[in-house]
């Protein structure tokens, strides 16, 4: 144990461990915000779905899995190589033209596809047999392409996919004072926080990246479009404050 002792001893470590904190927290802090936005969207989607196609409130569908909805092939989802499709593995599970047989599933594939900012949702990360009972499936389409297909929670989910559904989802434009539309804004810059401490090969942090880190930090979670009167976000501001008086 003693040859740790040094590296414990690090001002640059400690640091990357009060980076790693305010990271979590603030991912605590938007939590409840993207679980709540999602969860109107899917809610608002299956309820115009009924009432477009005269379907009895509440009706939903849990037969149709993802590879039913993807055509063959599709970009950045269908892998086909040698004349062999590596997604859609068998006949059960292949794209089915004629549609969801309740009529929930194609539709709310168009307005998952019409709702993210680019128009190209992660379809692989979700399980579409679960899109009318679970939210956070309709979460993942729009977080990054891979790493996300086994979270089934937000609480199960890193700062990265947090951030990617608030940049990627249309309807948080309207939540955020913070211009999304624009290539670097405020989301994108913390995401970028995220990802450099979570992969830092050597677990150190210096004094003025720290600061700047906290800056920006608490700066997404003041935005005075929703987040700067949400008790979550704020409380999650408490705790970067006594985060950077500790160690």
Same mark, same amino acid.
């Given at each position: =144990?003693?040859s740790?002792?040094?590296?414990?001893?690090?001002?640059?470590?400690?640091?990357?461990?009060?980076?790693?904190?305010? @990271?979590?927290?603030?991912?605590?802090?938007?939590?409840? #915000? @993207?679980c709540?936005?999602?969860?109107?969207?899917?809610?608002?989607?299956?309820?115009?779905?009924?009432?477009?196609?005269?379907?009895?409130?509440?009706?939903?569908c849990?037969?149709?899995?993802?590879?039913?909805?993807?055509?063959?092939?599709?970009?950045?989802?269908?892998n @086909?190589?040698y004349?062999?499709?590596?997604?859609?593995? +068998?006949?059960?599970?292949r794209?089915?033209?004629?549609?969801?047989?309740?009529?929930?599933c194609? +539709?709310?594939?168009?307005?998952?596809?019409?709702?993210?900012? &680019? &128009?190209?949702?992660?379809y692989?990360?979700?399980?579409?047999?679960?899109?009318?009972?679970?939210?956070?499936? @309709?979460?993942?389409? #729009? =977080?990054?392409p891979?790493?996300?297909?086994?979270?089934?929670?937000?609480?199960?989910?890193? #700062?990265?996919?947090i951030?990617?559904v608030?940049l +990627?989802?249309?309807d948080?434009?309207?939540?955020?004072h913070?211009?999304?539309n624009?290539?670097? +804004?405020?989301?994108?810059?913390?995401?970028?926080?995220?990802?450099?401490?979570?992969?830092?090969?050597?677990?150190?942090?210096?004094?003025?990246?720290?600061?700047?880190?906290?800056q920006?930090?608490?700066? =997404?979670?003041?935005?005075?479009?929703?987040?700067v009167?949400?008790?979550?976000?704020?409380?999650?501001?408490?705790?970067?404050?006594?985060?950077?008086?500790?160690?």
């Amino acid at each position: =144990m003693a040859s740790y002792n040094p590296k414990l001893r690090d001002k640059k470590y400690n640091n990357w461990v009060k980076a790693q904190l305010a @990271v979590l927290f603030t991912k605590e802090g938007v939590e409840p #915000f @993207v679980c709540n936005e999602i969860k109107q969207f899917q809610l608002k989607c299956l309820h115009d779905i009924c009432y477009v196609n005269e379907l009895p409130s509440g009706t939903c569908c849990s037969s149709c899995c993802t590879e039913n909805l993807v055509k063959c092939p599709t970009n950045r989802i269908c892998n @086909v190589s040698y004349g062999k499709c590596t997604y859609h593995r +068998n006949v059960t599970t292949r794209y089915n033209s004629s549609g969801c047989p309740n009529k929930i599933c194609h +539709n709310l594939k168009t307005e998952i596809q019409n709702a993210h900012r &680019y &128009y190209g949702p992660s379809y692989k990360n979700s399980d579409a047999t679960q899109w009318c009972s679970n939210f956070w499936e @309709v979460a993942k389409c #729009f =977080m990054p392409p891979d790493g996300y297909k086994d979270r089934s929670s937000a609480t199960e989910t890193d #700062f990265n996919g947090i951030i990617s559904v608030i940049l +990627n989802h249309k309807d948080f434009h309207g939540k955020v004072h913070e211009d999304l539309n624009k290539k670097i +804004n405020i989301f994108e810059k913390v995401r970028e926080i995220g990802r450099k401490v979570r992969h830092s090969s050597t677990l150190e942090v210096e004094d003025s990246d720290l600061h700047h880190y906290f800056q920006l930090l608490q700066q =997404m979670l003041s935005d005075p479009g929703y987040l700067v009167t949400d008790t979550h976000a704020q409380n999650a501001k408490k705790k970067l404050i006594q985060v950077i008086k500790q160690f």
